[in-house]
């Protein structure tokens, strides 16, 4: 079964989406074939072609908006609502579950190649998300620089850093710099 935040994860292959140049990871399809593959998703036989994987690209950042204006408090643009729904439609259903490691998921028949086959379990995970009581939840990194979005699961609901190993820890070096100059 694909985590609630399995949408975020797909939409953070792309980072530091503050800087002038992002960090990509979806590079070419072989990249989205193997992103699937390791995050619960079966691996197709070939990667899907490149104008799938063109729609794949253009599903996350169509999500990426989605979630990002949730973050801000601002209202989605209705057009990315509409987007989101046509893909939810045109996508595999979720009709039958299969056993896989101590657990169930969601059978896909990935052998089209599509867009949509590939990042079903995607799509469901964004669908859950927009309609389930954790979209209150959704948070993007405090750095500006990164715009990591990531699902607060902390006891306060307070977070504010991707991570605190990462951004969180610039950010107190970089206030106990400024605190120390100013002394």
Known sequence: MPRPDLCLDFVNTRYWRGQDAPTETLAAPEDLAAWTAANGGARPAKPPARREFERAVELRELI??????????????????????????????????????????WDVDIRSGTALALLAPVLWTAGDLLTGPTLGRVRRCANLECGWLFLDSSRAGKRRWCFMQSCGNRAKARRHYHKSREA
């Open 64 to 105: 990426h908006r989605l979630f990002d204006a949730h973050a801000q408090g601002k209202a989605p643009a209705s057009r990315d609502i509409e987007a989101l729904n046509e893909a939810l439609a045109a996508a595999p259903a979720r009709a039958a579950l299969r056993r896989e490691r101590g657990g169930y998921a």
